[in-house]
């Protein structure tokens, strides 16, 4: 495959990453229950692992074990992502069910905004560990077969990161579109970001300093 090709093809797989994300959020949003909610969240990320689509916070807890170059991708992936939840939020604009999941989103958002960019760096870092937690996990239950545990482990690190109120930078993306409260945001998304990004690679550089570290990719 061409590198335009591969390039095209990882920024397709990331937008539809930030849309999968989008549905996870959309359907957490409609839930009554928040340990209902949260369990349905995880459909977005277990598609993304399942079938090869791009996120963010995924690819970048593997910085520290690849090629620098690998931090571009990683980047690109970042804007598909943030393409994608920009589709749905506009899509689900024009639909029935706007009106209720963006009086939610509303509420989630302003909390988020209002904190202070210290609380969401740090809660953003814990996000990012999960998600690491997560990819990796799957990673190496696809490695020996393990289905089901690729599946609950998954779904517990959504559960937590939402249970917990966790901040993570692809969801939070969707709620903001869906408000129209990027400027409200403007401060909060860069931080959340670079605390996913931290979280993500912190076990990996930390597991260099032992005698069992993540295998280099």
Avoid at 25 to 49: H, P
Avoid at 151 to 180: E, K, Q, R, S
């Amino acid at each position: 495959m061409s590198k335009a090709k591969t390039v095209l093809s990882q920024f397709i797989n990331a937008v539809i990453g930030g849309m999968m994300i989008g549905i996870g959020g959309c359907v957490s949003l409609s839930c009554d229950n928040k340990y209902v909610g949260s369990a349905l969240f995880s459909l977005g990320l277990f598609a993304i692992i399942q079938f090869g689509f791009g996120l963010y916070t995924g690819k970048i807890g593997y910085v520290p074990l690849r090629k620098p170059a690998y931090l571009s991708e990683c980047l690109f992936t970042l804007l598909g992502n943030a393409l994608g939840t920009f589709i749905d939020a506009i899509l689900l604009r024009q639909t029935r069910i706007f009106s209720a999941i963006s009086e939610k989103a509303a509420v989630s958002v302003d909390v988020k905004t209002r904190d202070s960019l210290a609380s969401a760096f740090i809660l953003a870092i814990f996000c990012g560990i999960l998600m690491f937690t997560a990819v990796e996990n799957a990673r190496l239950s696809n490695a020996a077969g393990g289905h089901v545990e690729k599946t609950v482990g998954t779904m517990l690190c959504i559960m937590v990161f939402i249970l917990c109120g966790f901040n993570h930078c692809i969801a939070d993306m969707f709620y903001i579109f869906l408000t129209g409260t990027l400027n409200e945001a403007a401060a909060y998304l860069p931080i959340v970001i670079v605390g996913n990004s931290i979280g993500g690679m912190l076990f990996p550089l930390l597991k260099m300093l032992t005698d069992k570290p993540f295998e280099k990719q």
